[in-house]
């Protein structure tokens, strides 16, 4: 799960004070407390760093070896890692179990009042302390809890990331299809590129099979097996060659490399017939090779922090 989801805007909502309340929303979950250095958690947990907006100065850590679970508001949680922004404690990540969020939500209200509903998520805010609860998206079985720091909350929310994803889903269906599977700007996670590759793959590689199998059924002028081929094997293409750019960019790699590949793969369907036998051969070698490059490409952990390709995934 991530932790770095973009944090609406609570200026508004901060700016009030916590007149009205029975209590003070806490600053501690667990034994972890805001404000505290990695030194100071390093006590209880160890800190795995995941990774790291070097715009905002803020680097997210992965806890383990320490309470896994812990009583917040009345209600056991699963602690998921911390958010540390100039060497303290700016967000302590839990986890709950999205059936249990509305009876939290109601157990905090008691006490914090009224909660805002923004961006996909329920927001306790005052001027010191701010509850971020996200909503289950579709197939999720947990949401997270965000306590944070009011200030480091103004500092981090990305007003900007939030509008340009709401426009997006706002858009049609064919928009969507060609962000999900023809866009070769930005970078794709591990996660999201092994959810999306097999998709185009398995389809190449049936055509692929079918040509080596069944080599009659793409004899003759407007042949359909011909027309049918050509349409799906080009837009499988064109999308392999989208997901894989986009993952070599996650990994941080220049897209130069993507072009000497292909390069090479020139070479050898135009050199290749005089050693493989025949031309025919020299295309299907190079398929393969072809086929091979993109499932490699899911094997590479992509970088941990920003880099010239964008922000890291969000998966």
Known sequence: MAMDFEIPDITENAGKAATGRKQRKPRKAGTLRLGETLRQISHNYTATRE????????????????PEKFDFYGTEVSIVGVCVRNKKTAAIYMELPSGNRADFIKTVAKSEGEPQDAAGMTIFA?????????????????VTIALMDSEDAKALSNNAAIEEREAEEKKGISHKIIKTWFDPVGRMSRKTYIKRMPGMLIPSIILFVITVLRPELFVGEANPFIVGFLILGTLCFISLISLGMRRLSDIGKSHWYYWIFFLILLAINQLGGNFLGSQLNATRTVAVIFFIAIVVLAFFPGEAKKNKYGLVPKD
């Open 51 to 66: 990774s790291e907006d070097e715009d905002k100065h803020v680097e997210f850590y992965s806890l383990s070896e320490g």
């Open 126 to 142: 005052d001027t010191v302390t701010s509850l971020f609860i996200t909503k289950p998206q579709k197939g999720e079985n947990v």
